[in-house]
């Protein structure tokens, strides 16, 4: 599987800042999925991303995967208490067998 | 359609004693990962494992753990002789193939 990097590991917010967390790969990737969980839950699928420079916005979600297809990033505009939890992303998809996750990015949003 | 459905949701074993972990895949699934994953941690990848086929345990400690998805039923997580150290979230997922991944609610095990 593949493997990616991403930062940052914790990010800590005000309620209404912007946030944005990366995921890097050493090689190109065929795609990238995004994840969330809750404190205390699990992962929920968010978006997948496939095509070079593709963009997608989920309300203030916005999703971008890199014209070379080896970073994605995720970035939420004006954070709410309910944008709180762990953010993960996933390389390759199913298509390369083993799903390899980042370690996460632990979001903390302060009201 | 059900989610993946994961069992127990809670798991308490005495230190030397067997764990096994159920999970039920989506219908239509044939695909199944098993993670671990400590308090404020990433999802540490186990196994993954199709239909009477073990396709790739290269997180898998050598010892103790194992796992099946047999051809009927669900897929277990065996973990024999318990320590406290296996004490964690174990999350499987399921998906068909090239498609996203479906969690289920995982199982918090605690060894004492």
């Known amino acids: 599987g593949q493997q990616v990097m991403q930062i940052p590991q914790y990010q800590h917010v005000q309620e209404g800042e912007d946030f944005t967390t990366y995921c890097n790969s050493s090689?190109?990737?065929?795609?990238i999925q995004w994840y969330k969980q809750r404190p205390g839950g699990h992962p929920v699928f968010l978006i997948q991303?496939?095509?070079?420079?593709e963009v997608k916005k989920q309300k203030r979600l916005t999703f971008q995967f890199g014209e070379a297809k080896k970073n994605s990033s995720l970035h939420i505009t004006a954070t709410q208490t309910t944008d709180v939890g762990t953010y993960f992303c996933?390389?390759?998809?199913?298509?390369?067998?083993?799903?390899?996750f980042g370690q996460g990015t632990i979001l903390t949003v302060h009201p | 359609n059900a989610g993946v459905m994961q069992n127990p949701r809670h798991l308490v074993r005495r230190r030397g004693q067997e764990a096994r972990l159920r999970c039920s895949p989506m219908?239509?699934?044939?695909?199944v990962y098993w993670y671990r994953q400590l308090p404020e941690e990433g999802l540490k990848f186990m196994v993954y494992?199709?239909?009477?086929?073990?396709?790739?345990e290269s997180g898998m400690p050598k010892e103790r753990f194992s796992a099946e998805f047999p051809k009927e039923g669900p897929s277990i997580l065996r973990i024999q002789q318990v320590v406290r150290g296996d004490s964690a979230a174990y999350f499987c997922?399921?998906?068909?193939?090239?498609?996203?991944?479906?969690f289920g609610q995982g199982t918090r095990l605690t060894v004492v």
């Open positions: 219908k239509g699934h044939s695909h």
């Open positions: 997922a399921s998906s068909t193939r090239n498609t996203e991944a479906f």
């Open positions: 090689t190109t990737l065929s795609n």
């Open positions: 996933n390389a390759g998809g199913t298509s390369y067998g083993k799903l390899t």
């Open positions: 991303l496939v095509k070079s420079g």
């Open positions: 494992l199709q239909k009477e086929n073990i396709i790739d």
